[in-house]
């Protein structure tokens, strides 16, 4: 399973790499904000996916990570230096966030993070000083690298594509590490990781502070993309869409936000040409998907594999049954 993933991995690599002379320029533009989206939704996936935490508050992460570098940037900082300031700074937040879960689980915690979420959101939109308000930041600036203007939507792609790769890697090793089995320990049974002499208060306010860097990156990313933010797109609304990515991609699936992105970002889109229906289209769509596969759309293989076992394992039965028979 782990080769298969490397090949997918590769494979997707390179099609990214090459699709963009094909497609137009909104068709480029569009791409960078599903790669935006994926960025996040890898956070969000390591925290929910991998370690078992409930939380819908991952869009005030992303709108941090959005008005830190748009602040910064209009504070006359470099981008250069928004971006890693927002990564900290969502760390830090992610890291008290994570507090919560160490006193409640399942549905309980998913509301502390909406209360977390909706606290962000109602700074973002009535702190006009900072963040002004419901008119927002615009004019926010494509950086430069190495003397190379980002500023085209071609150029910004292969940088977002650049960032996505380079944040998948860190990912992939990290989920194969020491830490990456302490957090699917803490996903499957705490008690019995504690046990282990896994220190799972540790690794709780780990998967947050992580996770939230991730959504961090993702928000200096989309700010610059847009280059207009204001409180809209940072709701609980878009909380639950992330958490909805995460799990029609598969939870605990390293492809996953990949996938589930593409549904959530780029299926709407193919999906305007039903105009006013297209909402609606797209919400059966998922409702059908959640009923058929609990598990998400990467489960299909391991779904598969163990309805093959399972009839393996009965002819075997069988077989034993009529040889006893004989006898």
Known sequence: MKKLTLI?????????????????????????YWLVFV????GLNLTVGYAGQKSLGHAAFFGIGAYTVAILMK?????????????????????????????????????ATLGFNTAVWLVMRNEEWLTGGTFGINNIARPSLFG??????????????????????????LLRSPWGKAFTALRDNPIRA???????????????AIGAAYA???GALFASLVQFIEPAPFTVGASIMMYLMVVVGGPGYFLG????SAVGVILPEWLRFAQAWYLFVFGAAVVVLMIWLPDGLLSIPDRIKAKRQAREASAARAAAAQQQGAR
Do not use: D, H
Not at 84 to 110: E, H
Not at 148 to 173: C, D, H, K
Not at 194 to 208: K, P
């Open 148 to 173: 190379i203007s980002l500023e085209g939507n071609l150029a910004y792609y292969y940088f977002v594509l650049a960032t996505a790769l380079l944040l998948g890697a860190l990912q992939w090793g």
């Open 194 to 208: 504690e046990s282990l002499g896994v220190n799972t208060r540790s690794y709780t306010l780990l998967s947050f």
């Open 257 to 260: 936000p990949l996938l589930g």
């Open 8 to 32: 997918l991995i590769a494979a997707c690599a390179v099609l990214l790499l090459a699709a963009p002379p094909f497609l137009k320029n909104y068709g480029i533009y569009l791409l960078s």
């Open 216 to 218: 961090g990156i993702a």
């Open 75 to 111: 504070a006359g900082f470099s981008f250069w230096l928004g971006l890693p300031a927002a990564a900290l700074i969502c760390f830090f937040v992610g890291i008290a966030l994570g507090f919560p879960a160490l006193r409640v689980q399942t549905i309980y915690l998913a509301f």
């Open 39 to 42: 960025i996040a939704t890898m």
